[in-house]
Every structure is written in structure tokens, then in C-alpha cells.
């Protein structure tokens, strides 16, 4: 049974940084795509970051690129996104996600994904 369990959300100001993190069980890293979406109120749920076990690749969103990195533990068999710079328009519900490879497009690599968290806020105040 695939568990993703976040942490790291809250308050941060503008031009902080945050960590978030997504404890894994139930899968190997190495055979799954897994990464972070976000939704922000009143707004559709948007892909942020990914990793892909495959073959190490990283993607990311326009709109964090440049500001994030994702990071996979294997040993910890956890994903952490680091984000800097934080900006107002990141507040969001942070989620981690995941996906089996043999299901799971790089060229999309944002949707497609079958397994969820139930979230992590995040607050950037200006």
C-alpha cells in the first residue's frame, strides 16, 4: 500500500525559503516517478516539481524554476522540495504525488499520477 505523508508547510515570508518533505512507503523510489503539485484557493491543482527514479531527471514548473529543487533520500525513502525566494503567489496546498514508471509520461510530466498526500499548507506573506 502506497502512503505519501508531507511535512514542512506554514508560514513563511516573502523572499524565504521552505523545505517540504514526502515520506514514502509502499514504493521504491527507483521505479517511480514522484514529485509535488500545488493548489492554490481557487484555483486548479498545478504540477510544481518532479523526479523521476528512472533516470534521475528533475523537472520543473515555470513558475518555480530557478526558485526550487527537488531532492530524493533513497535511504530515507523521502522527497524534499526546497524552495527559495518564496513569493505570495506560492501560497498553496503543497501535495506529494507519485507515480509508477511503466505509467508515467516525462513529456507530461505533471499529470498521470495515482498516488496522493493529503497536503501540507503554505503561507507566504508579504
Known amino acids: 500500500q502506497v502512503q505519501l505523508v508531507e511535512s514542512g508547510g506554514g508560514l513563511v515570508q516573502a523572499g524565504g525559503s521552505l523545505r517540504l518533505a514526502c515520506a514514502a512507503s509502499g514504493v521504491t523510489l527507483d521505479y517511480y516517478a514522484i514529485g509535488w503539485s500545488r493548489q492554490a484557493p481557487g484555483k486548479a491543482r498545478e504540477g510544481v516539481s518532479c523526479?523521476?527514479?528512472?533516470?534521475?531527471?528533475?523537472y520543473y514548473a515555470d513558475s518555480v524554476k530557478g526558485r526550487a529543487t527537488i531532492a530524493v533520500d533513497n535511504v530515507k525513502n523521502t522527497v524534499y522540495l526546497l524552495v527559495n525566494n518564496l513569493k505570495p503567489e506560492d501560497t498553496a496546498v503543497y501535495y506529494c504525488?507519485?507515480?509508477?514508471?511503466?505509467?508515467?509520461?516525462?513529456?507530461?510530466?505533471?499529470?498521470?499520477?495515482?498516488?496522493w498526500g493529503k497536503g501540507t499548507p503554505v503561507t507566504v506573506s508579504s
Open positions: 504525488a507519485a507515480a509508477d514508471l511503466a505509467n508515467w509520461s516525462p513529456s507530461f510530466w505533471y499529470v498521470g499520477m495515482a498516488y
Open positions: 523526479f523521476s527514479g528512472g533516470d534521475g531527471r528533475s
